[in-house]
């Protein structure tokens, strides 16, 4: 009778070391989100193979994946770049998003629920919390995660991938987003207030608030 137990045993092993081996794409594009490669570098692919231990292979897909999704862009002769958006680019992109968000707030509106307000506060106020004692990272999965679970009360799951999508490419979003302790303040007081116009009910108040928190404008009572 075979014993192949142990050996089975590290086969396994092997795998599961496989599987938990962060995907390449994913530690790109964490770098590129937090700014830590800035709009504009240059991505070498001899320096990421020695940045995040990996083979060429990993790294070309890794840039094929996120030239794709236009956090990367490839210039012909010249090698990838950190997608760098100009000020139209950047006002499009809000364009879209406006007119997609406030497009379901009316479905926000009417799927709403006491529990879900709940679940939208605690969201809100760990953003609070991690603007002051968390890792850009850490502030930014915060924000993600209260505009997600505002979203996700459309009803359209597709719908909110699109506009993760969308958030995607307005590259080193922390750091584009929160330049002062001001502006950082002032999102925070407009998710609580997007909050506030739920529970109400109220959905002209909400689709402005909307507006507002994404073309970053100022609150005017």
Not at 190 to 210: G, P, Q, S, T, Y
Request: glycine content about 4%; charged content about 30%; hydrophobic content about 40%.
């Amino acid at each position: 009778m075979r014993t192949a137990g142990p050996a089975m045993s590290e086969d396994l092993t092997e795998t599961e070391a496989l599987e938990e081996k962060k995907d390449v794409t994913d530690l790109l594009l964490h770098d590129i989100l937090t700014g830590t490669l800035p709009a504009g570098t240059w991505l070498k692919q001899i320096d990421l193979e020695r940045r995040y231990d990996c083979t060429r292979p990993e790294v070309r897909r890794a840039l094929d994946r996120l030239s794709q999704k236009r956090l990367v862009q490839h210039n012909p002769n010249r090698g990838y770049q950190v997608y760098e958006l100009d000020d139209q680019r950047t006002r499009e992109i809000s364009d879209i998003r406006v007119i997609l968000e406030t497009g379901i707030a009316d479905r926000m509106v009417a799927n709403v629920t006491p529990e879900a307000i709940i679940e939208l506060r605690g969201l809100a106020e760990n953003f609070d919390e991690m603007s002051f004692r968390g890792s850009i990272m850490e502030h930014y999965d915060a924000n993600l995660a209260f505009h997600r679970a505002l979203l996700m009360l459309a009803g359209n799951d597709e719908l909110v991938n699109i506009i993760a999508e969308i958030r995607q490419r307005t590259a080193s979003a922390p750091v584009s987003q929160w330049r002062t302790r001001a502006r950082i303040e002032q999102s925070a007081r407009e998710h609580h207030l997007m909050v506030d116009a739920l529970e109400a009910r109220d959905l002209d108040e909400l689709k402005r608030l909307i507006e507002i928190h994404i073309r970053q404008a100022p609150i005017k009572a």
